[in-house]
């Protein structure tokens, strides 16, 4: 297997798959975790795509692909729904802007990286399959100054961090239940390797924070994204 990782940026992506061959894989699986659009969803529910859609496109995941990541225990004990993903360029973060999303597209979780793995497969001719587990739920905002502390190549500007919470405090406690959603997620996640790990000869794409971007890696070996790191160092400091 191949996994090909981008520090959640789309055009980084978009460039490393464009120096991939095709050739050597059978189908591209897009993995990791997503927001949640459906308001019935929570932190560590495993959508399975049906299909994907951005803008005015859509992308139909294939059957075959998509029931062998469901087949067998692979994911025994998680909530798994079959639905529709929304792909962005821009991050999604308030509560509103979800809700807005979810009437538009009608998708159950929204990513920033399956939309682009599907044009990919498509043009390649391959299958295509994308397993996502929701982080941050319909119903939570992601605190706006995780947002904005991700710099350009996927890092966290600690700084920014240090100072947003010694003019308000009171951001801690959002940043901690992100951090709480986000572990809750990667436990599903790492849950979900053995039916990532049955994937023989098969492309994954995934945004990584702070990895070397190309590098060959076991699918639940993924970084923290970035926006959910910080949350996640202050959830753990704080349990």
């Known amino acids: 297997m191949t996994v090909i990782c981008s520090s959640s940026n789309p055009m980084q992506l978009r460039s490393l798959l464009s120096g991939f061959d095709p050739g050597t894989v059978r189908g591209v699986i897009s993995f990791g975790v997503a927001g949640g659009l459906d308001p019935e969803l929570e932190s560590g529910d495993v959508v399975v795509a049906t299909d994907v859609t951005a803008g005015q496109q859509n992308w139909l995941a294939g059957a075959a692909l998509s029931e062998e990541l469901i087949d067998g225990n692979g994911l025994g004990g998680r909530r798994i729904v079959r639905a529709r993903l929304a792909g962005v360029e821009q ?22 990286e399956s939309h682009i793995a599907a044009a ?58 992100t951090g709480r959603d986000f572990n809750r997620a990667l436990r599903s996640l790492r849950g979900c390797q053995p ?9 994954f794409t995934q945004a990584h924070h702070n990895r070397n971007h190309a590098a060959p890696r076991r699918p639940t070996e993924a970084a923290t994204p970035a926006i959910s790191a910080i949350g996640r160092q202050l959830a753990a400091a704080g349990s």
Do not use: C, H
Request: hydrophobic share 55%.
């Open 91 to 112: 991050v999604v973060p308030a509560r509103s802007a979800k809700a807005a999303l979810r009437r538009e597209t009608g998708a159950a979780a929204v990513d920033m």
């Open 195 to 203: 039916a990532l790990m049955m994937q023989r000869n098969v492309a």
């Open 120 to 177: 990919y497969a498509t043009d390649a001719d391959l299958p295509f399959a994308a397993l996502r587990v929701i982080s941050d739920p319909a119903s939570r905002s992601l605190p706006a100054l995780a947002v904005n502390a991700v710099k350009p190549n996927g890092n966290i500007d600690l700084a920014m961090v240090l100072r947003g919470i010694a003019r308000n405090p009171m951001v801690v406690r959002s940043l901690m239940a």
